[in-house]
């Protein structure tokens, strides 16, 4: 355990990084729970696509193969014994800004570089490369196995590197060792940057003119918009943790802002680029390069941005332009080379990756690996392996072997989706995401705290009165969400709010089933359609899902987030399934938002991100409603004063106001 926080702890300090349908199945007598093993039996799933800004949503097109797939291991011996890595070198810019690059090859026993064109791993980071460089090979030179450490950050891999493979970083505009001033993907020069770059990579004496382009977070994110170029030099991408919907991900969820990610990930992206190296090596140059992205965090982005959207800047509080050019599943369908996604159960996209697959899957190979855990967690692979698949090195040697190479080494056989089931023990392998076999289950919310597949009806016996919730701004604060959204700096400490419910949930308003019968499978996104009223003028709801064991323990399994203004739903953007609004599509534009008046019932569409879990017999499924969240989103600007008076929040059951929660449930048969 100490091992592992410690690990954590390094990684973070490295990364920084409507539809009103009524349920489409018979209301039944008596409140019933589902039968687990029946789910999809009868019918075939029918998914629709989620939307993007540009994009309403569609039939969704599965991909098939692999159905039998197995990881097998992949370890070739190294070709080459040693690393070097050549002198810092510059790349100008089209507006004159030079990027910095430092280029490792491998070398032989005396150290020597390997001569002759080479396929190249490409890496953008915005954390330092020369940094990066320096902890990679440091450490490979004393605990090898652990040499991967250094690429979190956007080093070379010392394990790729020695098996025949030339590895370029590059910092972006305005961090580490280049000019220019940071903007985080900046989209007027981003485009433009990243072919000047794959451009040199191409015309260099080590290429061979075939790039794999690859990072974790950050940098994973610029695997993704490198791959958006179209270069044809491009022949493979590995993203993990990285973005998919900027705003909705991660910036500004539910429309609350995300201020607890943005001061650790803006914190974390100013220290790296001031923890300079090249200030010992060569201080005539560095010291007013570093002392110029600090000027810049202060004046130019970091701090102004941070505190623009507190105060509620539209450009900020909204999604705008901003966001759209920030967000890589805007243009998947840019993405032609073969792709692998890495994501986690509690990754702080754990929303966007997952829509990266599906926008890419069908007009290019792409796979997907879903691991256990946050996105510390998945840097330093824990909770990645395991059923055979290996440590991610492994993974993407095979991938880039497979498609920058040109080898026949079985990466196209892999299996498409790899994830970790919650309460299942085990990596469980699909043909696709969404998953096929899903099929939709709606479940009613009842004033007598149960939840059941029974619509709330008109009988005598049943309590349909509303149920009271205080509102308070803070609810949250120590929960799984914390964990979350400081890049899972917490998320191995052992402090039970952390990995438990219970305590934040303490005074929300619970609903579960009955005892389970029989295991349930559940994956996928969900939704649930809460209908509430405050006596404020603003407000946000929570909604937690949660596998309560036989002890009464709540294990969290996702959550959602919605400020109450912005509650209209676009249904040509939300994803269906079974004819189920499963996944409510939100605007969050100035237009969209409307006024929260006092005592007025509100039906609230709250998208819970996407999960995987098995809930076994003798647990319930529950879902909690909650006031906020403040780990993962708070009020901006005015909003702050509408929702920070503690009032109260009343939801209903009622015929007329059927609260409900939509699930994908998934046969127990596809776990085996």
């Known amino acids: 355990m100490i091992r592992r926080f410690l690990l954590t702890s390094l990684a973070v300090a490295l990364i920084g990084c409507q539809n009103d349908a009524t349920s489409n199945h018979d209301t039944e007598t008596d409140r019933g729970e589902l039968d687990p093993s029946s789910a999809g039996a009868t019918a075939a799933a029918g998914w629709t696509t989620n939307g993007t800004r540009g994009k309403t949503s569609e039939p969704s097109v599965p991909v098939s193969g692999t159905a039998d797939a197995r990881w097998t291991p992949y370890d070739p011996p190294a070709l080459y014994p040693r690393t070097v890595t050549l002198p810092m070198q510059y790349i100008t810019m089209a507006d004159g800004v030079k990027l910095a690059v430092i280029v490792t090859l491998p070398a032989d026993a005396s150290g020597k570089p390997i001569q002759g064109p080479l396929p190249v791993v490409l890496q953008e980071t915005d954390y330092n490369a020369a940094l990066s460089t ?47 001033v940071w903007k985080a993907f900046d989209p007027e020069h981003q485009r433009d940057d990243d072919v000047r770059v794959l451009d040199w990579v191409v015309s260099q004496p080590w290429s061979n003119g075939n790039i794999g382009v690859a990072g974790i977070s950050d940098v994973g994110i610029h695997s993704f918009l490198f791959a958006q170029t179209g270069h044809p030099a491009i022949k493979a991408v590995i993203s993990e943790g990285a973005g998919g919907d900027t705003y909705r991900d991660v910036a500004i969820t539910g429309g609350q802002g995300n201020l607890l990610f943005f001061s650790t990930w803006f914190s974390l992206t100013t220290l790296v680029s001031t923890l300079n190296p090249q200030l010992l090596l060569d201080p005539v140059r560095a010291l007013p390069v570093t002392l110029d992205h600090l000027n810049n965090a202060l004046t130019s982005f970091q701090v102004p941005k941070f505190v623009s959207a507190v105060l509620g800047d539209p450009a900020l509080a909204y999604d705008g332009a901003f966001f759209a050019g920030r967000s890589p599943v805007e243009a998947t369908d840019a993405i032609k080379a073969p792709t692998f996604i890495v994501t986690t159960a509690h990754d702080i996209w754990q929303r966007g990756m997952p829509l990266m697959y599906e926008g890419i899957k069908n007009h290019a190979p792409t796979k997907m690996l879903v691991g256990s855990g946050t996105h510390a967690e998945m840097a330093l692979n824990l909770g990645m392996t395991g059923d055979g698949v290996p440590i991610f090195d492994r993974i993407q040697l095979r991938w880039f072997d497979q498609y920058v190479k040109g080898l026949s080494v079985g990466a196209d056989t892999l299996p498409n989706v790899t994830q970790s089931v919650l309460g299942h023990g085990h990596m469980v392998t699909s043909t696709d995401w969404p998953h096929p076999q899903a099929h939709a ?17 008109n009988a005598p016996y049943e309590r349909n009165d509303p149920r009271k919730l205080v509102q308070y701004p803070l609810n949250g604060i120590c929960s799984i969400s914390t964990s979350q959204w400081t890049l899972g700096a917490l998320s191995l400490l052992p402090i039970p709010c952390f990995h438990r419910d219970n305590l934040t949930e303490l005074f929300n308003l619970l609903y579960e089933t009955p005892v389970l019968t029989q295991d349930m499978y559940i994956n996928g996104p969900m939704q649930a359609d809460i209908w509430a009223s405050t006596g404020e003028r603003g407000g946000s709801i929570s909604v937690r899902i949660d596998d309560v064991d036989v002890f009464g323990d709540a294990i969290p399994i996702s959550n959602g987030l919605l400020n109450d203004q912005f509650r209209q739903v676009d249904p040509s953007r939300s994803r269906t399934l079974d004819g189920e609004m499963i996944q409510p599509w939100h605007a969050f534009t100035e237009a969209s938002a409307q006024p929260v008046v006092p005592g007025e019932v509100m039906k609230l569409s709250v998208e819970i991100f996407p999960a995987a879990a098995r809930i076994k017999a003798g647990h319930r499924l529950r879902i909690a409603i909650g006031p906020s969240n403040a780990p993962q989103g708070v009020p901006l600007g005015g909003q702050i004063v509408l929702q920070s008076p503690i009032g109260t929040m009343t939801v209903y059951n009622d015929p007329s106001h059927p609260s409900s929660l939509v699930i994908p449930v998934v046969p127990i048969s596809a776990l085996h």
């Not at 394990?159 to 025949?164: A, D, E, P, S, W």
């Not at 709606?442 to 009806?457: E, F, N, S, V, W």
């Open 441 to 457: 289950q709606r479940y009613y919310l009842h004033g007598d705290k149960q939840l059941t597949m029974a619509a709330p009806g």
């Open 134 to 180: 320096v902890a990679s090979n440091a450490v490979d030179g004393v605990v090898p196995s652990l040499s991967w450490l250094g690429s979190v950050i956007g080093a070379h891999d010392p394990y790729i590197v020695k098996h025949g493979y030339a590895s370029v970083s590059v910092d972006g505009r305005g961090t580490g060792n280049s000019e220019g």
